[in-house]
């Protein structure tokens, strides 16, 4: 995930309001004409700037999306760009989509818990944060900052899957993680495979035409929860999707609670708990699930009881 110095922010800002030379850059802002390349350099890296054949020193945004979020953000002022410096941006869109404890925030973020609680309090004071003992959220007033940390993160991992694949997909994006398709992987550092994708490790042949990663800021060790939770974040209508979901987790077992406290943190608990009362031989009015027949008769394929 794209993390920001307030040295680029002030760069980017510059850019943003007209500097567009590390000329002007230099000659308007306290930055030396070698600081003003390093930081250009860097958020060109960071694909915030675009790139200019005709000119390598005409600077301007670049048209990605966590792009034109940040020029939104720096161009309001209605947060000081100090806000989302450093580890501050990371706790942020940790937080962006829903509330979340100082202890889910720091394994996310990498960060030790008194880290985050320290980041938490600066934020609060400015605004931005709520705190209710442990748990963080961002107001439901606060859109505008809101907005900006979806946008941007969805932006950023859009750019990291660029950089692992040629012609990588996105296809589910919160926070300080993703899940993308992908033919082959550049680099494959950090990319775990998911979903059906992975189910093959475990006996389970599904006939898949491309290949399914899951990427995450703190790295995880993926579960067979978290591989069944994924197919059902690509594709919830896929009663085929489901039922091998189903398959995997009977076969190899797994923890209820953390298949219901992670379903609801990625937003499908409804789904994965009709799914847990499913697989306790309880019927579910569930249009989504596979008819019992069915589901039993793949079992017996794989000699699952």
Avoid at 85 to 105: F, H, N, P, Q, T
Avoid at 197 to 217: K, R, V
Wanted: glycine share 6%; charged share 25%; aromatic share 8%.
């Amino acid at each position: 995930m794209i993390t920001l110095t307030k040295h680029e922010l002030e760069a980017f800002e510059a850019i943003c309001l007209g500097r567009d030379s590390t000329k002007k850059m230099s000659g308007t802002t306290s930055f030396s004409s070698r600081t003003a390349y390093r930081l250009v350099r860097s958020l060109r890296q960071k694909g915030l700037l675009a790139e200019d054949r005709a000119s390598e020193d005409r600077l301007k945004p670049s048209s990605s999306l966590h792009s034109a979020a940040l020029r939104r953000y720096v161009i309001s002022r209605q947060h000081p760009p100090d806000a989302i410096s450093g580890s501050k941006l990371l706790m942020l869109i940790s937080v962006s989509s829903r509330a979340k404890s100082l202890e889910r925030v720091a394994a996310e973020t990498l960060l030790t818990k008194g880290t985050v609680r320290v980041l938490a309090w600066s934020l609060r004071n400015l605004g931005i944060l709520t705190m209710d003992g442990d748990l963080i959220r961002i107001p439901r007033s606060n859109m505008p900052m809101t907005n900006f940390l979806l946008d941007f993160a969805r932006g950023a991992n859009m750019a990291l899957v660029e950089s692992k694949a040629k012609e990588g997909m996105v296809l589910w994006s919160e926070g300080l993680e993703c899940i993308f398709s992908a033919a082959a992987l550049i680099d494959p550092e950090g990319a775990n495979r998911t979903a059906v994708s992975a189910f093959p490790d475990f006996g389970l042949q599904f006939i898949g035409y491309t290949t399914y990663y899951h990427l995450a800021h703190w790295r995880p060790r993926l579960r067979v929860e978290d591989l069944a939770l994924h197919e059902l974040l690509i594709d919830p209508q896929s009663t085929l999707g489901i039922s091998y979901s189903l398959l995997l987790l009977r076969k190899e077992g797994y923890d209820p609670d953390y298949l219901a406290r992670e379903a609801e943190r990625l937003g499908v608990g409804d789904l994965a708990k009709d799914m847990i009362t499913y697989l306790s031989g309880i019927e579910v009015d569930d249009p989504q699930l596979p008819k019992r027949s069915e589901l039993e008769d793949l079992f017996r394929e794989y000699g699952v009881t």
